[in-house]
């Protein structure tokens, strides 16, 4: 079996650091199962997951296994004890998430070699079934604000080149989704769609996690291991939070974008890949150039093409489009019927400004369909109450919140040019500088000016 595939989530109290070292040996890549949206990122291989229930059942442990078992190709090894194999609740459990179970006491070699025939049996099905992209994807993309349509146009755009593609946006707008939209309406569709997130796997791991390696390259090396980048032949490779890269990958990674050639760390030869690449990062990649801690090259290379992402407060209607769809989405998490919001909870729609974006109004709709014990959603339950009315200067307020969402969107639309944002508006360049000063709106670096669509072909 290919030992790229080889990632092994757990689940439960702390695990056993002997057993963990035996699996490490194995080449096994153990991570703590968080949340849906982490693991997702992580890996969209077939992988195998260690669910303890040595201790009982958990609810939250046992919410965790269905919400990973949507959005994962994953096949569930229960441990058990002596005393929990017997509750029917454990039998249940295993009867409907899990391959199989093993009954500790027992030698870490029998645990090990169990998970090994959980994520044949997972690679197996998932090449009888191919899975989808995510959820997420198949719903599409939700939104027609004049932004949104901005930002379909440019996914259009940089789908229909080759070209690498940086895109940017505060966290939460749906830099992932994006990509994948370019992905899949590319020429690369057929082929993998592979993503990292740079941010999420250790540094000391992640150049390996990247790049492969060949066995022996270091103590544990039992096996080569194939890179991510290699797992992404053909396709799109999709790097999150570029701005993490530690500097031994950077250069790594220039190499890769400059020759089309990765080396497996410990492997002689260096191995041709063809390989779309897409980065993402909310951080100001500016200054982390600025500062030394990003290799200007590199960034120059990753910013043939630039695709901004617009936040969740200037996308209007947009909004309440998707507290409706998330509503429906995820009512059924609940018994209680629930019909929509009330007229509260539609203002702090509006009123509140998402830092988080659409992450954070998806949370907390889903958060609020479970709080909620009326038939509309309200303001409370969204946990905005301090947004429903707005302060006692709330005309000013009102006005100048109205004036910085106009302008922000302006400024999308026109890729952070003052000039055109200025007559779009209606108002002069001086006059649209001296409210950007005002409202405290940051005059963007561009970087789409130094590139430009028509040099890539
Ligand atoms: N326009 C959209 N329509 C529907 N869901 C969206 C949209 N934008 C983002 N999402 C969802 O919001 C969450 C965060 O998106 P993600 O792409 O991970 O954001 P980012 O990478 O920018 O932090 C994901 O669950 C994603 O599916
Ligand atoms: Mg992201």
Redesign the pocket.
């Known amino acids: 079996m290919d030992s790229a595939h080889r990632t092994l989530l757990y689940i439960g109290g702390k695990p056993n650091e002997s057993l963990l070292r035996r699996l490490r040996d194995r080449a096994w890549l153990v991570v703590p199962a968080m949340s849906a ?1 982490t693991m997702a990122k992580l890996a969209r291989a077939p992988m195998a997951g260690l669910l303890d229930l040595t201790d009982g059942i958990h609810e939250g442990r046992i919410a965790r296994v269905e919400q990973l078992s949507r959005s994962l190709l994953v096949a569930w090894v229960a441990l058990v004890s002596q005393e929990t194999r017997k509750w029917s609740a454990v039998r249940d459990v295993i009867a409907t998430h899990c391959f199989d179970f093993v009954t500790v006491p027992t030698s870490h070699e029998r645990i090990v070699n169990v998970v090994g025939q959980a994520i044949g049996m997972e690679v197996l099905r998932s090449e009888v079934e191919p899975p989808e992209l995510n959820d ?1 994807l198949s ?1 599409g ?3 027609s604000s004049e932004a ?1 349509l901005e930002l379909h146009r440019a996914i259009g755009k940089v789908a229909a080149t080759d070209a690498t593609v940086f895109i940017s ?1 505060e ?7 994006t990509a994948q939209m370019i992905h899949a309406r590319s020429e690369r569709r057929d082929k993998p769609f592979v993503a990292v997130n740079c941010g999420a796997v250790p540094h000391d791991l992640l150049h390996s996690e990247l790049f492969g390696y060949e066995r022996g390259a270091f103590t544990g090396a039992t096996q080569r291991k194939i890179g991510r980048v290699e797992q992404a032949r053909g396709g799109t490779l999709f790097l ?1 939070e570029i701005g993490d890269l530690p500097s031994e990958s950077q250069a790594a990674l220039l190499r890769f974008i400059q020759e089309r050639k990765i080396e497996r760390l410990g492997g002689l030869e260096s191995i041709d890949v063809d390989v779309r690449v897409i980065t ?1 990062t ?1 951080q100001d990649m500016q200054s982390a150039v600025d500062e030394g801690r990003f290799r200007a090259d590199l960034f120059f290379r990753l910013c043939v093409l630039q695709v901004r ?1 617009p936040p969740l407060r200037v996308r209007g209607k947009d909004i309440t489009e ?1 507290a409706a769809h998330t509503l429906e989405r995820f009512k059924d998490e609940r018994e209680r019927r629930i019909h929509g919001f009330a007229p509260d909870a539609i203002a702090v729609l509006h009123n509140y400004g998402w830092p988080g974006n ?2 954070e109004l ?1 949370n907390r709709v889903r958060r609020a369909i479970v709080l909620s014990d009326g038939k509309y959603i309200t303001a409370e339950d969204l946990e905005l109450t301090d947004y429903v009315s707005l302060a006692p200067d709330s005309l000013r307020e009102a006005r100048a919140a109205a004036d910085r969402r106009a302008i922000e969107l302006a400024l999308f639309v026109h890729r952070g040019r003052v000039v055109d944002a200025a007559r779009g508006l209606g108002i002069s360049r001086v006059h649209l500088h001296r409210l950007m000063q005002e409202l405290g709106i940051p005059p963007r670096a561009t970087v789409d000016e130094v590139h430009d669509l028509s040099d890539t072909g």
């Open positions: 949206n997420a719903d993309m939700i939104g949104m946006g966290s939460g707008t749906g830099k992932e989704l999150d993402a909310h992402e998707l659409v992450r998806i």
